[in-house]
């Protein structure tokens, strides 16, 4: 089993960044999210956003995520259960119904260990309808070996696993606050950070007018005793003060970041993942990820997202492409360098 690395012993306690929340370990390609999900090396909206915080604790998918226990819970029950709630609050979902990857019970039928094991590519894979002026809300599942759920979702804020997406221009974290997390589950820890991702488009957005974005916001990371972790970063207005701090900033190459210039403030941004512990031999030897993403980058004046047409088209190809593949790879071949595979 790898050790990625330190683990989640402490979280927050200090909610200072209330406005900001999230998660990650391979992150943002923030980019034309086709899907809407910009996966990351290592990975919720503040997913625990500052209004849904007070809610979140008490939530009965909460509650599940905290009573799941991998030797008795089936996955292939257990998954149907708890995707639709979770969706609903990590994704900000409205009424949106399932447009691929549905229905829940037979996308986890059969057999689920290697459909979970499949490439990138080939995973199970839900998208929602499009929302009117959003792009979808999607989901990816997989499977990671030889690694505990906090091995993969503690990191999920940390700089040098986020910046190995290429798409990644630049990523600027604040200090990580810890503590126990008081109003959940007795024994859950919290782990919380704000940061800022800087992302490039892939080759060929610019036609259908997406920009180089920017999303300030927050990371919230929790540790439930049961192994489950929960991550999530969730984009917030980016404050007067920010702005003019990062007016001088410089990205991984060292070339300077000009806001609202060379990068512009993304529409939305939503990352969040459940890392499920999986027993293998009798211990928990892997850790089944649920990957929730929304973005929206910026767009160019006068440009409209639309569910049809080439830009549509577009986002669903090349955007699901970096937002969601590229990051279960990179998490992926970090996990098996660590094992010496």
Known sequence: MVDLGGDSSRALADRSARGHDALLMVDRTAAALALALVACALLVQAAFAPSAAAQTPTAPWVARLAAF??????????????IPPTAKYFLQLGTASLRKGGPLPEAFSGDLGQKLDASPGSLPLIVWQKEEGRLPGALIVARYRGVQPH??????????????HPLVDQ?????????????W???????????TYFVDMPFGAGLFGLRPSYA?????????PNGVCLGSFVQVPMPAEEKARLRTAKDKDGDAIAL????????E????SILLPELEGGVVRNAIHLYFVRIVPSL??????????????????????EAVIVPIKLIRKTVAQLAGK
């Open 69 to 82: 226990d991998p030797a008795k819970d089936s996955l292939a029950t257990f998954l149907p259960e708890i």
């Open 300 to 321: 160019d004046a006068g440009t409209d997202l639309k569910s049809t047409g080439a830009l549509a088209s577009w986002l669903f190809s090349r955007g699901a492409e």
């Open 185 to 195: 589950p007795a024994g859950a820890k919290l782990r919380a950070a704000t940061a």
């Open 216 to 224: 300030h916001g927050g990371w919230t990371l929790v540790q439930m």
């Open 260 to 267: 609202d210039d060379d990068y512009y403030e993304a529409r």
């Open 269 to 272: 941004y939503r990352l969040s």
């Open 171 to 183: 990523y600027l974290g604040g200090e990580a606050h810890e503590g126990m997390a008081d109003g």
């Open 151 to 164: 091995q993969v979702c503690m990191r999920m804020h940390q700089r040098q696993y986020v910046v190995r």
